[in-house]
Nanobody, 116 residues
Framework: QVQLVESGGGLVQAGGSLRLSCAAS????????MAWYRQAPGKQRELVAD???????NYADSVKGRFTISRDNAKNTAYLQMNSLQPEDTAVYYC??????????WGQGTQVTVSS
């Protein structure tokens, strides 16, 4: 059973940066795609960015140009580099891996808080 563990969250001032990591207990090479979602208080969980096994990426409009998703198959880790953070980026950030025919695997989440 593959487990995903996020880290790197914390408190940062507006305009600052954080890098989130999503470490898999097994190989992430087996994941067709990896993604980062976030959920702010009182709001639905939303897709932030995703990356396929081939390296194609997709971003929510609200983070384009500020966030970068990447994956290092050798380290079994996916990343989310977040720059120019704003208070509206405050949320719990979740990592998700998708395997065809097996479905989604979720991490436990990491809190990101951006102060104004």
């Amino acid at each position: 059973q593959v487990q995903l563990v996020e880290s790197g969250g914390g408190l940062v001032q507006a305009g600052g940066s954080l890098r989130l990591s999503c470490a898999a207990s097994g190989s992430i090479f087996s994941f067709n795609s990896m993604a980062w979602y976030r959920q702010a208080p009182g709001k639905q969980r939303e897709l932030v960015a995703d990356i396929t096994s081939g390296g194609s990426t997709n971003y929510a409009d609200s983070v384009k140009g500020r966030f970068t998703i990447s994956r290092d198959n050798a380290k079994n880790t996916a990343y989310l580099q977040m720059n120019s953070l704003q208070p509206e980026d405050t949320a719990v950030y979740y990592c998700k891996g998708f395997r065809a025919f097996l479905g989604d695997y979720w991490g436990q989440g990491t809190q990101v808080t951006v102060s104004s």
